[in-house]
């Protein structure tokens, strides 16, 4: 099965962290459930919650949070992500 097909849930945290690498974020060094994707236009702080995913866009100032259920597919988180606020 495509893994980007798959819910978060059924991903392992290795291969969720290769994901989250692949994409371009780094890592928090102070916590490692929080991630920074850096782009031109805007920023996303992707957190791993207790019971959801969280991501925050901000630009120009602007802040925008979203949770994500774990069993929602990888692929649309990704889009989500990526697709900005």
Request: net charge negative; aromatic share 10%.
């Amino acid at each position: 099965m495509n893994p980007s097909k798959k819910p978060i849930n059924q991903h392992s945290l290795q291969s969720l962290e290769l994901w989250l690498t692949d994409l371009g974020a780094v890592k928090d060094i102070n916590n490692p459930s929080k991630w920074y994707l850096l782009l031109s236009d805007w920023n996303a702080t992707i957190i791993f919650e207790q019971e959801d995913l969280s991501v925050i866009w901000e630009s120009g100032g602007q802040k925008t949070k979203r949770l994500f259920s774990y069993s929602i597919y990888r692929e649309d988180v990704e889009n989500a992500i990526l697709q900005g606020p």
